[in-house]
């Protein structure tokens, strides 16, 4: 056998190929806690781990944090759910929200769940790399609005995200832009 010197070795690692079912969301029934303010306006739905869902969903005070990285199972007799998915601008996360909204197209979500869009948010003070970029751009042609939200460096040093201050404009944009969404009238996909 013999043996190959990969201190030397300036090839790329292969690309891995995947099945978009690769990635699908489980699903989650709703947690009564979550309930005992009424229906909320919207729900917010990781696609991964560390996604930013719960600083965002402080951020705007809009909606609920499902907690976890799982659509909401909404049965018949509910009212209409409609989710915000969320994943970092990396190339996991977006493999992440290709997933998920392939599983919302396909409508295995079911009826009674609306997307309202993803948010893309930043994983660092760099630019994405070009398989993120690539993947979100794909992503707003099949999800009805793909957001980006910027890097945020106070947030490093904030005990909550709240502490920050005022929120940075592509935030406020987003709040602003989910408030109107919520109370729009119900579109088809």
């Given at each position: 056998?013999?043996?190959?010197?990969?201190?030397?070795?300036?090839?790329q690692p292969p690309i891995r190929r995947h099945d978009v079912g690769d990635h699908m969301l489980?699903?989650?029934?709703?947690?009564?806690?979550?309930?005992?303010?009424?229906?909320?306006?919207?729900?917010?739905?990781?696609?991964?781990?560390?996604?930013?869902?719960?600083?965002?969903?402080?951020?705007?005070?809009?909606?609920?944090?499902?907690?976890?990285?799982?659509?909401?199972?909404?049965?018949?007799?509910?009212?209409?759910?409609?989710?915000?998915?969320?994943?970092?601008?990396?190339?996991h996360g977006t493999w992440a929200a290709t997933g998920a909204v392939e599983q919302w197209r396909r409508r295995v979500t079911g009826s009674q769940v609306r997307l309202l869009g993803v948010v893309a948010v930043a994983a660092s003070q760099k630019r994405p790399p070009r398989i993120a970029t690539e993947r979100l751009q794909l992503l707003a042609g099949w999800a009805p609005n793909v957001w980006h939200i910027g890097w945020t460096e106070a947030l490093l040093a904030a005990d909550h995200p709240t502490d920050i201050g005022a929120h940075p404009p592509d935030v406020e944009h987003l709040r602003h832009t989910l408030a109107g969404a919520v109370h729009a009238p119900l579109e088809t996909r």
């Open positions: 056998m013999t043996r190959r010197n990969t201190a030397n070795d300036t090839r489980p699903f989650m029934p709703i947690p009564r806690h979550h309930l005992d303010g009424g229906w909320p306006a919207l729900w917010w739905v990781g696609c991964h781990g560390g996604a930013g869902v719960t600083t965002l969903a402080q951020q705007t005070g809009i909606g609920v944090d499902l907690g976890t990285a799982a659509w909401p199972t909404v049965e018949q007799d509910m009212p209409l759910a409609s989710v915000v998915l969320v994943c970092r601008a990396t190339a």
